[in-house]
């Protein structure tokens, strides 16, 4: 009897065995999502799927490879460029011709060399103060408008960025946007948006019209704008997206700018203190000695000085300017 009732019980523990195998192996996968898994991973490699996968891994090669090439075509057509009168005049924002500039630049020449020969009586330094009247002071003109210029275009350069973003958003054209800035926004944005309106509406594209304001504007700021516009005109992609970002890195490279003024301004003073120094212990020598410090330039011996001392002030003050000054 006792046999039996082993017998039954190791009969119902093998089949007990078998029964929770045969759930293990048919009924929990199903319970655990293993199951499931495993039809994801095999969709996942069956043969479409796995061409799918890599078309997309070629569009997307082939998308950065097209966004590569764009810019450096770009960065190779900027470096081609030389900077022209005509273009240092647009840059400045003058209406002015060349044959214009060149005649003012010779008036100013010639009217300073006669003040300085009325001073002096010296040919030699008239002529050297014409020289800088009709070449130096006319060309520094120039710059300090320009740099003037591009200045405000740059502080109010994110705004305008802004506004073609929410004009994107809501649905507009890009050329509509442009349109808004050239006709709401002050100059110089006025300006050079009208200008990229006006390329626009004679038959450029979008992007060829943006290139032109890197000519007008040479700063980084514009060259990002137009290698934005022109990848979003030829490899596509999210154009407000892509302009949000840019104008939150032009409102960081103003910050970052605006802190290295801020701590750099300590040197820049001490720089202007010691640039001008010499000048002004010369100026009180004179008003208490003048016959004293008169030897300078009334004796050949003295003004051989004061011209190896104004190449070692110039050498100086280039020196000092190169260590405060810092580009982005």
Known sequence: MD???????????LAAVAVAGVLFVFIYPLLSGEAKAEKRKATFLAPGTARQINEKQVDANARRKQIVDSLKEIETRNKRKRISLEARITQAGLNWSRRRF???SIITGFVLGIVMLGIDKNPLIALGAAV???AGLPIWF??????????????AFPEA?????????????LVDCLRIIAHEMQDPLQTEFRLIVEAQAMGLSVGEAVERLI???PIPETSFFSIVIGIQQKAGGSLAEALANLSAVLRDRKKMKSKIAALSSEAKAS?????????????LVYLTSPNYISLLWTTTTGQIVMAC???WMAAGIFVMKKMVSFDM
């Open 3 to 13: 046999e039996i009732d082993i017998n039954s019980l190791l009969l119902i523990g």
């Open 102 to 104: 060149i005649i003012y």
């Open 132 to 134: 800088v009247g009709g």
């Open 142 to 155: 120039l710059k300090f408008v320009a740099k003037r210029r591009v200045r405000k275009f740059v502080k």
């Open 161 to 173: 960025i802004d506004i073609i973003v929410r004009g994107v958003k809501a649905g507009l054209p």
């Open 215 to 217: 000519a007008r504007m």
């Open 271 to 283: 720089a202007s203190i010691i640039g001008a120094l010499p000048f002004v212990v010369a100026g």
């Open 309 to 311: 001392s104004g190449l």
